[in-house]
């Protein structure tokens, strides 16, 4: 295994862009990436692409070099990796996986999905897709009413408040209002955030990601080469993709995600670092109990401290360690392929200390994560400063 | 897919649901449940009837649609 960077990253605005198709969304956010480290297409390698349902969403399969072709990428294996919400996250490790190993020196990994074309209950049934549909989604089952039943649990087990996880929503629309990529630039208060429409109790409107579109690209490289980049280069320290059983009531205890704790040890030894380590964090906040449970799974705190920890402001972006300066898929939104590489683009422009009005104090190290489904897969990457 | 009659069981957690996907649009609000069974394992099911919370003592009702259908003990 050789040491990996990041030299490029390219993301379109998030949001309901009812004039853009899929293709379009993935180019753009391909060619800024090859700009920003100066590539031109025929340098590419080879092409991963993270996407959940486009064939779902928008009716269009052999979605890789569908994008690629677009970009001018062509005679080279092109990819699509699909993982439910964790899809770009496990592009994201298989890219790194191909450079690592050496057989590739430079490739582009693009995350994209359309999903406003659908109105939201077809929407919230391709979601339930990435569900067991013959068990939990017989019965009924959302997304939503699946984290609701996580958070009803984490509640009992813990005394974890809705007041809490209200704080997530509230942290990451602030946090989004400084993103110029972010979908919804709105700063919400706590009192809205409660009052909100009910979706799975206890989860109201406020606590679910956004149903959004757009996409993101990164560029890896092997470190040695990085130099020869035109982007600042950030580099991949430690990364693990792991699984677990598919459904919630396959497991003991729901209120943590096994694939979350075992891709966090496994990212941290691969990095050489331990949880005190990382500075700031990029996190799943799919729903606002994800978020919380994700600080304790990563070992920020300790299992059930997750919801004070937010209520004390630890994890704002002026606090001892910011948990999704970039908004979050609560706010800057959530178009599910992409999230996992919007993800490392936000790490990385937090570590090339180049993030503007949302830029966190300390720079050096920091964190992604990237669920799939209800946790059943998981993608944890350590990202430092070269 | 098992059609077999189930044990009772107690609530592990539970939730209703407001927002539904498309099939089950005309159904909501309803509520789900994880059932941890007397007899083991667990069943995501829906609950009939009155509202149940954590640690309540459900019966097997019915499978409708290859769903299992619950409701409280009184």
Redesign the interface.
């Known amino acids: 295994m050789r040491p990996v960077a990041i030299v490029g990253i390219g993301r379109t605005k998030f949001g309901a862009f009812p004039d853009r198709d899929l293709r379009s969304l993935g180019i753009e956010a391909s060619q800024k990436c090859l700009e920003d480290a100066g590539v031109k297409p025929e340098q590419v390698e080879a092409f991963y692409l993270g996407n959940f349902a486009g064939p779902s969403f928008v009716g269009q399969n052999h979605l890789a070099p569908y994008i690629a072709g677009g970009v001018g990428i062509t005679g080279v294996p092109t990819t699509r990796f699909e993982a439910a919400c964790a899809s770009g996250g496990s592009s994201f490790f298989h890219a790194f996986s191909g450079v690592a190993a050496g057989l590739y020196d430079v490739v582009l990994v693009t995350g994209v999905e359309k999903m406003t074309s659908q109105p939201?209950?077809?929407v919230?049934?391709i979601l339930?897709g990435a569900g067991d549909v013959?068990?939990?989604?017989?019965?009924?089952?959302?997304f939503?009413?699946l984290f609701?039943?996580?958070a009803?649990?984490h509640m009992?087990q813990y005394g974890t408040t809705h007041e809490q996880m209200a704080m997530v929503a509230v942290k990451n629309h602030s946090n989004a209002a400084k993103n110029p990529y972010a979908h919804m630039r709105k700063v919400i208060t706590l009192e809205q955030a409660l009052a909100g429409?009910?979706?799975?109790?206890?989860?109201t409107i406020y606590d679910c990601s956004l149903i959004s579109d757009g996409a993101a690209s990164v560029l890896l490289v092997p470190l040695e080469r990085a130099s020869e980049f035109a982007g600042k280069p950030v580099r991949v320290a430690g990364i693990a993709q792991t699984s677990d059983f598919f459904?919630?009531?396959?497991r003991e205890d729901?209120t943590s995600f096994a694939a979350v704790t075992n891709a966090a040890e496994k990212a941290y030894k691969a990095a050489g670092v331990t949880a005190k380590d990382i500075q700031f964090a990029e996190l799943h906040d799919c729903f606002t109990i994800a978020e919380i449970m994700a600080t304790e799974d990563l070992g920020f705190v300790k299992k059930g401290e997750g919801g004070p920890y937010v209520q004390q402001g630890c994890t704002l972006l002026g606090g001892p360690r910011p948990v999704n300066p970039s908004g979050g898929l609560k706010a800057k939104g959530h178009p599910v392929g992409a999230t996992g590489v919007a993800q490392i683009c936000e790490v990385t422009e937090q570590i090339r200390g180049a993030a503007g009005e949302r830029q966190v104090r300390n720079h050096d190290i920091g964190l992604a994560q990237n669920i799939g489904g209800s946790g059943a897969t998981a993608v944890v990457t350590v990202l430092c400063a070269v | 897919?098992t059609q077999t009659a189930l044990g009772p069981g107690t609530i592990?957690?539970?939730?209703?649901?407001?927002?539904?996907?498309?099939?089950?649009?005309n159904?909501a609000p309803?509520q789900?449940?994880?059932v941890v069974l007397d007899d083991g394992g667990?069943?995501?099911?829906?609950i009939i009837g009155d509202r149940v919370q954590?640690g309540d003592r459900v019966d097997f009702v019915e499978h409708r649609?290859?769903?299992?259908y619950f409701k409280k003990r009184l």
Do not use: C, F, N
């Open positions: 939201t209950p077809k919230a049934e339930a013959s068990g939990e989604g017989k019965a009924g089952a959302t939503a009413a609701a039943m996580i009803r649990r009992h429409k009910l979706i799975a109790e206890p989860l459904s919630l009531d396959q729901i | 897919m592990y957690t539970e939730t209703v649901v407001w927002a539904p996907p498309e099939t089950y649009v159904d309803y789900l449940a994880i667990r069943v995501t099911s829906r954590i649609a290859g769903a299992p």
